[in-house]
């Protein structure tokens, strides 16, 4: 079944080209945030992405709200950053550089 896997360079090559997608219009803060302020500000984001006159707002001005946990953003950031140098290389030769 080994024949049907995707080599760990191409999934890599894809998880690249495909967290555009993911990350669409983060909101950010600075390096440094105390885990505890970041815990609070993580929580407030996701309870407000949640109200429903927000989503109705949202709607009503045709804007995409399909939000995706911070913690699984910081996930996908560092996954994205820290690829080896064959796969930077793979990525250059996709975009054609």
Known sequence: MDQYKTPD???RVATII???GVFGRPLVGPAGI???RLKILRSTV???LKDT???AEAEKRNYELDPVA???MQRLAKEVMS???VVIERMKKVLGE
């Open 83 to 85: 690829q080896p140098p």
């Open 18 to 20: 495909l967290a555009g």
């Open 34 to 36: 105390p885990p505890e």
């Open 53 to 55: 006159e927000l989503k």
């Open 70 to 72: 911070g913690e699984e």
């Open 46 to 48: 996701a309870s407000a």
């Open 9 to 11: 360079q191409s999934r």
